[in-house]
Each structure stands twice: as structure tokens, then as C-alpha cells.
């Protein structure tokens, strides 16, 4: 009989609504969540499109996401990740090669979809970060947290425009440059 706490897709589709996610700004932690508020009203009102994929996280969700990170990319030995209370999963198959590729399956397209290695200590776990996707098109007016217009002419028009970062910082919403997506309390 196979074990059905192998680790692998199917183990991620029958486990994952265990472990939710937030996308929503409402479920961030209280000072942070107002900063965020204020910046995505400045934001909105400027013309740019806002839309939000991940808020806080699950403590549980974090370590699955990071461990199959971890065993996909060879970091850690199936073997050898430790367990937590709440999370019934086997990361090992038996088969380091069979190991390996369930772990794959999960941070896969059809799995996490992650393209970079998740923390354990994320701010998002703290409710202190965001993940979201900021565009626009031509110039960009938008007013900092003091109420000055800030012209944003250059590119890219996106949450990875620098002189954005510089507008989000007043607000107490601080990008990390390594991680598209990512804004946080202190930029981690």
C-alpha cells in the first residue's frame, strides 16, 4: 500500500487548503497593514494597477514550501527534514531521485509556483509583507505619504522602478530589490 503523506503533487493538492495563505491587505499585521492602505490608495489614485498575491502566511504553509524548495534543490536530504507539529508529510520515497523530483512537483508551476527559495523567518509569516504586482503606463503622479507629487517618468513601470521604491519607503512599505514582488516593513 503507498503511503499518502508522500510528498509530491498529489500530497500538495489533497494538503494545501490545510495551510491558507492570505491575499487579502486586510489580514496584515495592524501598523503595516495601515502603511499598505495608504501607499495602494496613492497608488490606485495615481492610475496604477495593483494586484495583490500573497499577504500573510501560514507558518506551516512556509515550512512546506521552503523544505520542498530545500529537498528539490538538493540543500536538504529528504531525510533529514525535521517535522513539525501539523504538517503530516514524508519527504522521503525510498529513492533520492524519486524524492527529488516530488519535491519539484510541488514548488512546480502546478504546485507553490515559487521562483525563489522561501524563508522560515519571512515577514510574511509575520504579517509584516506583500506580494504584489504594481504596472502603469506613461508618467506616474503619485504623492508621497507628506503629500508631494512625485513625477515618475522613468522605467521600468512597475514595482521594480526605483524612484517607486523611494515613494513606498515614505510610506513605511519598503521594497526588496531581489524579489519582484516582495515589500515589506524593512525591505526583507
Known sequence: MADKNLSGLAWFKANQSKYPNSNK?????????????AFEKALKAAGATIIVS???????RAYIMRYAWDVA?????PDKVPKITGVDINWDHGDAA???KAAKEMIGS???NIAYKPSLTSRHIEGKAIDWT????????????KGKEVV??????SGQN???HAVGKTYGVVKLASDPPHWSTDGR
Open 25 to 37: 491587505i486586510s489580514a496584515l499585521a495592524s501598523g503595516f497593514k495601515t502603511s499598505v492602505q
Open 54 to 60: 500573497s499577504t500573510k502566511r501560514n507558518k506551516s
Open 73 to 77: 534543490n538538493k540543500k536538504t536530504a
Open 98 to 100: 524519486k524524492s527529488i
Open 110 to 112: 502546478s504546485g507553490f
Open 134 to 145: 504594481i504596472k502603469w503606463n506613461k508618467e506616474l503622479k503619485i504623492k508621497d505619504k
Open 152 to 157: 515618475i517618468k522613468s522605467s521600468p513601470k
Open 162 to 164: 526605483k524612484e517607486l
